[in-house]
């Protein structure tokens, strides 16, 4: 796992529906998670949400307005979800564990969502039976400790914000 399995294509760029709100990542994100619990499937309506998780000042609201949205999350301590004001599709959070200083970008929202394939799976307990999964990349029935899974140079950058 090394940052080498996102060939660069960074600064990518995303956005909502309506198309008021346009965002830019500067950079390869710290990690990627496809998760399968039931918040997320409630969430996002579907089977599974995608987060790319990055350090928040790596985010740049381009054009638009955005919304800040508390609900409540699985951890009990609440999620922040950034919303377009006008077509309301969320488009990052933030997670009480890193607060503000790491946004979770739905990667969905990205222009070539295919540019950030996930980099694990968690909460796989609650995956929906017709979800296959790719034999190469890490499963985990609930969760997993980032110190054996992420890379050195991500490990580093989330030391050098959350300390
Ligand atoms: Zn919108
Ligand atoms: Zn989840």
Known sequence: MTDSAHPDPFPIEGGCTCRAVRYRMAGAPLFVHCCHCRWCQRESGSAFALNAMIEADRVELLEGEVERLRIPSASGKGQTVVRCTRCRVALWSHYAGSG?????????????????????????????????????????????????????????????ILG
Do not use: M, N, Q
């Open 100 to 160: 503000d200083a790491v946004s979770f970008v739905r990667v969905g929202t990205l222009d070539d969502p295919a540019a950030l394939p996930p980099d694990v799976h968690i909460f796989t307990r609650s995956k929906l039976p017709w979800v296959a999964l790719p034999p190469e990349v890490p499963a985990f029935a609930v969760y997993y400790e980032a110190a054996k899974l992420w890379p050195a140079s991500s490990l580093a950058r989330r030391r050098a």
